[in-house]
């Protein structure tokens, strides 16, 4: 913070004084008397614009932002072509973290002392931190503003193709548009997920207590022996449940077993060495493979879009239901 600048005695005396006495206590650290000094100063000499600027120079150390921006205000008032109100201005703005109307004081300051390359380094770094701060804005409202359905929305026609029923295209759509949105509210809240797989239960026919609507399977994905197990179990379950579909999520890291990109090459995977998470749909009558890219952005965990796999290439689970050799009502 720049220290205040004395000015040549005006006005009378005593409110001279009390300037300097003032200046003395701020150079020394004791804001709080230094501004108690130059306030009885104002009341002397209430047009002198040094007086508002050093109080507002004491006001904004003593954390006084309100009073501190006042002062800085009266201060361009009494005197508009004096970089120093602009200066105090800005500094105040940027306390606030108002980092766009801080820069805009500075660039004002800069009018009147072009030379200033204290003002230039600020309107710099905070033009800067502004970038930054709206940044930081955007991924806080995508991570708030998790809208799945609408991305989802252009599946619709092939739910309704394969199930043509629309309570039944509704029933699957609402299913995928649930989990997914839990599970990017759990990896932005962590950055971490259990893989389990979800499942759509039959509300007439399912026995709930002995079938849950969520399996956890953290070991599925270890080796070759496990995979197979898991993939013989959860078959079984989707049978003995009456499950109408599946949706299994687990995180990229968790796979060890099978490789669904490690050696697939940028043609098939094009999403690098992305962290994330899988999102695979099983029915008897549609499959589908999602992956949810994650970066890290301000700070923040942040899901990219989902993007659509061919189940085909990339399956975490073979086949998990039979397809029906006819749709029944």
Not at 30 to 54: C, E, F, G, R, V
Not at 97 to 106: G, K, L, N, Q, S
């Amino acid at each position: 913070m720049t220290e205040a600048v004395p000015v040549p005695p005006s006005g009378a005396e005593g409110g001279v004084s009390l300037k300097d006495q003032g200046n003395e206590f701020f150079k020394s650290g004791n804001y709080l008397k230094a501004a108690a000094l130059y306030t009885q100063a104002i009341k002397q000499d209430p047009s002198n614009p040094t007086l508002y600027s050093n109080r507002s120079a004491a006001f904004l150390h003593l954390v006084k932002l309100s009073k501190s921006l006042a002062d800085a205000e009266t201060t361009i008032t009494l005197k508009p072509q004096w970089e120093k109100g602009y200066f105090r201005k800005g500094c105040v703005l940027e306390a606030m973290e108002r980092y766009d109307d801080a820069v805009a004081a500075f660039q004002a300051a800069l009018q009147y002392n072009p030379q200033n390359a204290e003002v230039s380094r600020k309107i710099k770094r905070l033009t800067q931190l502004a970038r930054d701060k709206k940044r930081a804005q955007e991924v806080e409202t995508m991570r708030s503003n998790i809208d799945i359905r609408k991305h989802l929305d252009p599946m619709k026609p092939e739910l309704t193709k394969h199930y043509g029923t629309e309570e039944s295209c509704q029933d699957i759509f609402n299913f995928i548009v649930d989990v997914m949105e839990t599970a990017i509210r759990t990896w932005h809240e962590s950055g971490k997920l259990d893989a389990r797989v979800n499942f759509l239960l039959d509300k007439q026919k399912t026995d709930t207590e002995k079938h849950a609507p969520i399996v956890n399977i953290d070991k599925a994905f270890e080796s070759p022996h496990t995979h197979s197990n898991c993939f013989s179990f959860l078959r079984q379950y989707s049978v003995d449940s009456f499950s109408r579909a599946a949706l299994l999520v687990t995180p990229k890291s968790s796979i060890s077993y099978p490789q669904v990109w490690k050696g697939q090459g940028p043609r098939k995977w094009k999403h690098g060495q992305s962290d994330g998470f899988f999102v695979q749909l099983e029915s008897p009558l549609l499959r589908k493979l999602w992956f949810v890219p994650s970066s890290s952005e301000k700070g923040r965990t942040l899901c990219k879009d989902p993007e659509v796999l061919d189940v085909g290439v990339h399956e975490l689970l073979p086949r998990l239901f039979k397809q029906p050799t006819a749709i029944s009502n």
